[in-house]
């Protein structure tokens, strides 16, 4: 069993900048394809960031582009989003995903594709 813990959230000014983590258990955390998801109140969960399980790819939704960046560290078991210059419709619950895929190097932004969820981080940016 996969079980992902996200962290990292809070609230925070526009311009501002956090860091999101996301701690997976598993030894094969380094062959999960992962992503980052996010639900705003009264909105559909929506595609932010993923990254490829030989981190050869990242992908990015066009809202975040320039100002997210997704990594992994297979030492630690984690996945991170470092997001800057956040913007009030940033604000979210941002869930953490994995998916066991034989792709090497594909991305993936559909939320049908992931496998196992975080239980979500709040992130909340006032104008």
């Known amino acids: 069993q996969v079980q992902l813990v996200e962290s990292g959230g809070g609230l925070v000014q526009a311009g501002d900048s956090l860091r999101l983590s996301c701690a997976v258990s598993g030894r094969t955390f380094s062959r999960y394809a992962m992503g980052w998801f996010r639900q705003a109140p009264g909105k559909e969960r929506e595609f932010v960031a993923a990254?490829?399980?030989?981190?050869?790819?990242?992908n990015y939704a066009d809202s975040v582009k320039g100002r997210f960046g997704i990594s992994r560290n297979t030492v630690k078991n984690t996945v991170y989003l470092q997001m800057n210059s956040l913007k009030p419709e940033d604000t979210a619950v941002y869930y953490c995903a994995a998916g066991s895929r034989s792709s090497y190097s594909r991305t993936y932004v559909s939320s049908h594709e992931y496998d196992y969820w975080g239980q979500g981080t709040q992130v909340t940016v006032s104008s």
């Open positions: 990254i490829s399980y030989g981190d050869t790819n990242t």
